[in-house]
């Protein structure tokens, strides 16, 4: 895989420093403006080699992972794609991913690749840093229509390496769906707790009076603050899409309450429950036996991300991912490995609408 280069050795960064440092000849080196947060890095084996700036620690590497604070990403992306050589991916974990798209050039974009590992944890810095943080978890890959195929190939066995299943989606489409799931929660598991706190009916705090579900409900309430103002302000046009249309829901439930209207609350809640059991099955879904998908795509940025991209909105999970590249004028095969002939054949549909021609190859 060659050198990784991480920005940023806090929780995030550190854990897949681990992850990555338990593979065979990866060699894992580190960069962070805190040099406590380096020597805890290096004594606890995340990083093999602690170094001073950016451009230090990017020069040679074949990948860089920025794992610093949203507001940071854009500045630090230019200077690493200034700084990294021409066959280095450069992409980062922030949870949102428009932005940082958005302040970059075409040229730039072309080797740029955002990423978005759906895990983390309540306790921040390097020193919580685990290994197998990644192993499982949706890893969100958000290519521009200018990635580069070679570079999006190795992006993608990265983070299959580290044992997380990479899903390539919409840049604009990952930041709705993070407002919805990730964001959204957090807000109001936040308001669920000051209002709490800020009311003691009849002298007694209700705080004190909470059980595990207010306790479930808002356990992520407060995580470390000055990281929740920065990713809800770098999302705030999607977020208040969402808080907007869950402010006309509970108007509704408040209606329904107003006039006594017994029928319009079972629907609610009986709505409620079958949502949660789709959303526990999808939790439990087994995984077929892998399939080949073989697409003949023409030599030029972006391909691979269009077909991935489809396949990630469809919920096709591509399991392994290589390109047999062809002439400079002709056409490479992408060899794509999915899970189950169902999800093979919807993806040859799918590619196939695209203007790529796409067989199922078989069992791997």
Known sequence: MGPVAIVGVGLMGGSLGLALRSLDGVEVRGADPEPEALRT???MGAIDVACDSLEEVVRGARAVVLAAPVPELPGLARRALAAAPDDCVITDIGSTKSGVLEALTPAERGRFIGGHPVCGGERTGVAFAREGLFQGVTWFLTPGAEARSDLFGQLHALVVAVGARPVAIDAGVHDHLMALVSHLPHVLAGALVNQAADTAPGGREA???AGPSFTDLTRVAGSNPPLWADILLANSASVLDVLRDFTTRLGEVAA??????????????????????????????GTAAPVRVLVAVPNR??????????LGHAHINIEDLSLRPGPPDGEGELVLVVGGADAA????RLVGARGYRATAGGDV
């Open 41 to 43: 890095a290096l004594d």
């Open 207 to 209: 705080l004190r009076s």
């Open 256 to 285: 329904a309450l107003g006039r006594h209207d017994r029928e319009w609350l079972l629907g609610f809640v009986g709505d409620a429950a079958d949502a949660r059991e789709r959303l526990r099955r999808a939790g439990e879904a």
């Open 301 to 310: 940025p972006g391909a691979i991300s269009e077909i991935a991209t489809a």
């Open 345 to 348: 054949r919807e993806a040859v």
